[in-house]
T-cell receptor, first 115, second 111 residues
Framework: GAGVSQSPSNKVTEKGKDVELRCDPI?????LYWYRQSLGQGLEFLIY????????KSGLPSDRFSAERTGGSVSTLTIQRTQQEDSAVYLC?????????????FGSGTQLSVL | QKEVEQNSGPLSVPEGAIASLNCTYS??????FFWYRQYSGKSPELIMS??SNGDKEDGRFTAQLNKASQYVSLLIRDSQPSDSATYLC???????????WGAGTKLIIKP
């Protein structure tokens, strides 16, 4: 596609349920990032993928959070046993990697609301 | 101390005036600096990058970098209401893939 695609755009779930968020990066982009943004806050780094591997998972808030990337393309972020504090916008970004790794293209995000 | 600091604002500027946004960072090893614009309810988009001390101009936007003082700024000339947004400063450490983000400055351009 032309841009980074995320789905769903909105997700309302009950506390304790699992949710899965999807990101489809720009074709050819090897680097993929997940961020979380709470209302009025900056971007909180969650995880970074280079290809299919995740050299840095240090931003994942707890072991309830996991992410994978297959085929060097689509990534899913899974949150198990959701809590109200997980409510936020989850943003995915991709970049070509290499020398331009820091030039990120963002998806439109998934607004997660945990009731 | 946060690694990247920005005044949260809001910064209110009359239409046609110059808007000045500032960002300071703590890691002297930082090499690359970026300004992203985020409209309300939308995702960030890259508007400027700067790597060397001095000024870099792109249309109505000028990024200024002073590594000795550890600050980077963004000037917007002839401000328009469409410039109203939150501006995020991001800094990349040397030899590191990760961007460190400021919390953003909300800019309001008043007609």
């Amino acid at each position: 596609g032309a841009g980074v695609s995320q789905s769903p755009s909105n997700k309302v779930t009950e506390k304790g349920k699992d949710v899965e968020l999807r990101c489809d990066p720009i074709s050819g982009h090897t680097a993929l990032y997940w961020y979380r943004q709470s209302l009025g806050q900056g971007l909180e780094f969650l995880i970074y993928f280079q290809g299919n591997s995740a050299p840095d998972k240090s931003g994942l808030p707890s072991d309830r959070f996991s992410a994978e990337r297959t085929g060097g393309s689509v990534s899913t972020l899974t949150i198990q046993r959701t809590q109200q504090e997980d409510s936020a916008v989850y943003l995915c970004a991709s970049s070509l990697g290499g020398a331009t790794i820091e030039k990120l293209f963002f998806g439109s995000g998934t607004q997660l609301s945990v009731l | 101390q946060k690694e990247v600091e920005q005044n949260s604002g809001p910064l209110s500027v009359p239409e046609g005036a110059i808007a000045s946004l500032n960002c300071t960072y703590s890691d002297r090893g930082s090499q690359s600096f970026f300004w992203y614009r985020q409209y309300s309810g939308k995702s960030p988009e890259l508007i400027m990058s700067i790597y060397s001390n001095g000024d870099k101009e792109d249309g109505r936007f000028t990024a200024q970098l002073n590594k000795a003082s550890q600050y980077v700024s963004l000037l917007i000339r002839d401000s328009q209401p469409s410039d109203s947004a939150t501006y995020l400063c991001a800094v990349k450490r040397d030899s590191n893939y990760q961007l460190i983000w400021g919390a953003g400055t909300k800019l309001i351009i008043k007609p």
